[in-house]
């Protein structure tokens, strides 16, 4: 298997969607995703605590790989996601 | 759409449904939201989605009435106010725009949120014997319906392989 670099996972476009609530993080992701070539990776970021779970079956569903999530201690707690589209 | 290996192998073997189908019976706020939820979410997620409108449901494919949603506040114990207030006259109007208000915060309204399901791909179908009921005719559908139907064509979906069916 080739070594990941850091610029393989580097993000081509970054999703903000804190402050929304569950659909819209995930509908909004399903089309940012779209507008990235096969290969490139979308960062996503939420406060929905809703987010980790959703956006983990989300891209099982559609074949997306995740990459990464993290979370970042603060009021709200921010999610991050890396998710690298795959076709 | 492609689907990737993995898909095929999920569909193949039969673990994951690919199309949904939900009934929509009602057209108040709380009875609305869900279903418009699922069915982005799915078509998001690459599914297939009917979702058929019957009884009070339909009223949001009536041009007169589909930005009308409405949060009953009688019989609604989860509001927080006596619930014998909720007869008074105008506290509909004022229970639905406190509502609204919180969710404009967060959420597209719902004919917004018809509007982005449909070019997402969702289909809408309008029930015939409602329509009758209601003295309704094509003429009164907003264009966002794909067809109007009823129980056989409904079934028809509902039990084919590979659904799931939710009455919301």
Not at chain 1, 7 to 31: F, M, R
Request: proline share 7%; hydrophobic share 40%; with cysteine.
């Amino acid at each position: 298997m080739p070594q990941m670099t850091v610029t393989e996972n580097e993000p081509a476009k970054t999703l903000d969607t804190k402050g929304l609530l569950c659909p819209v993080p995930v509908i909004k992701t399903s089309q940012a995703i779209k507008e990235l070539q096969v290969g490139q990776v979308l960062e996503v970021l939420a406060t929905d605590p809703g987010s980790k779970p959703d956006l983990t079956a989300w891209a099982k569903m559609t074949g997306n790989e995740l990459l990464m999530t993290s979370e970042e201690q603060g009021n709200p707690k921010v999610y991050r996601f890396l998710i690298r589209r795959a076709r | 759409m492609t689907a990737t290996a993995q898909q095929v192998k999920e569909a193949e073997s039969g673990k994951r449904a690919d199309r949904l189908v939900l009934v929509v019976t009602n057209h108040t706020i709380d009875k609305v939201y869900p279903p418009l939820i699922l069915a982005t979410t799915a078509a998001a997620s690459g599914m297939d989605v009917d979702v058929y409108f019957t009884f009070w449901g339909l009223k949001l494919l009536d041009r007169n009435g589909y930005k009308k949603s409405k949060l009953a506040p009688v019989g609604n114990p989860a509001l927080p106010m006596p619930n014998i207030l909720g007869v008074l006259p105008g506290m509909t109007t004022m229970a639905t725009s406190m509502m609204k208000r919180k969710i404009k915060k967060y959420w597209p309204t719902i004919p917004e949120m018809m509007k982005q399901a449909k070019e997402m791909g969702v289909k809408f179908h309008a029930c015939s014997p409602t329509m009758g009921l209601m003295g309704m005719t094509e003429k009164d559908l907003i264009p966002l319906v794909d067809d109007v139907c009823g129980a056989s064509a409904f079934l028809e979906w509902a039990t084919s392989p590979n659904t799931v069916t939710l009455f919301t």
